[in-house]
């Protein structure tokens, strides 16, 4: 079935949902990169709703994350078993691999966690693609991975469900920065002042930049999707 696009004028993305017995798909593309910001270290985080609220209580994120090549071979191991030691050498010729991870969001518990080691329930999944100018995120996350987390009301085919994007913004290792340079600013200024000279009360250095202050953007929007009763294949 040919996929129906809605728009986000104000961030210049398109998006188009559809969904089968078993997972809601998402398809969201960047049309303008300035709107990125800083999804590269921040990743997207997709919530869930299923009672019609803008609440951000339950969600996964999505984010590419460097890992080294031992640290690979150890999540591969956990999820498939031993690898040999020749698939291992492979590995380990490079040092250092790209990959797609996915965290759960649960803001009730107040905690950040993998998903659940149930192997009844798969993982959501996604691949992010360049296509000319555009940046292209497709998404698959199977309906009880959502009702895992959205318990409050069952999400199913059939059923209404609020889902908010919510991506860039300073992570916390940028906001420690953040504070760690406008305490050497300060102390710089603090040494540097001369009680005798008027101009220190001027407020020449004497604040962080704005730039520095308020860091890349964050965005965020929600929309409301209503999940086909039946597969998508019917």
Do not use: C, H
Not at 161 to 175: C, I, Q
Not at 208 to 234: H, I, R, T
């Amino acid at each position: 079935a040919e996929v129906a696009f809605a728009d986000e004028k104000k961030v210049k993305i398109d998006y188009a949902f559809k969904n089968d017995a078993e997972n809601l798909y998402v398809l969201y593309i960047f049309k303008d990169p300035k709107y990125l910001s800083s999804i590269s270290v921040t990743g997207i985080t997709l919530w869930f709703n299923s009672e019609g609220k803008k609440k951000k209580n339950y969600g996964i994120k999505f984010i590419q994350k460097q890992i080294s090549a031992d640290a690979l071979i150890s999540r591969t191991e956990k999820e498939r078993g031993p690898l040999p030691e020749d698939k291992k050498k492979e590995i380990r010729n490079n040092p250092f691999y790209l990959i797609n991870d996915t965290e759960i969001v649960n803001k009730k518990s107040k905690s950040l966690s993998q998903p659940s080691e149930s192997s009844e329930i798969k993982p959501a999944v996604f691949r992010v693609m360049k296509q000319q100018n555009l940046l292209v995120f497709e998404f698959a996350i199977p309906l009880k991975r959502m009702m895992e987390q959205t318990s409050e009301v069952g999400i199913e085919p059939g059923k209404r469900v609020k889902v908010g994007f919510e991506w860039g913004g300073m992570t916390e290792e940028m906001k420690a920065e953040v504070k760690r340079r406008s305490a050497a600013l300060e102390r710089t200024r603090s040494s540097s002042s001369d009680p005798t000279d008027n101009r220190a009360g001027a407020g020449v250095g004497s604040s962080v930049p704005m730039g520095l202050l308020s860091g890349p953007k964050k965005y965020s929007f929600w929309v409301d999707v209503q999940l086909a009763k039946k597969s998508v294949n019917d």
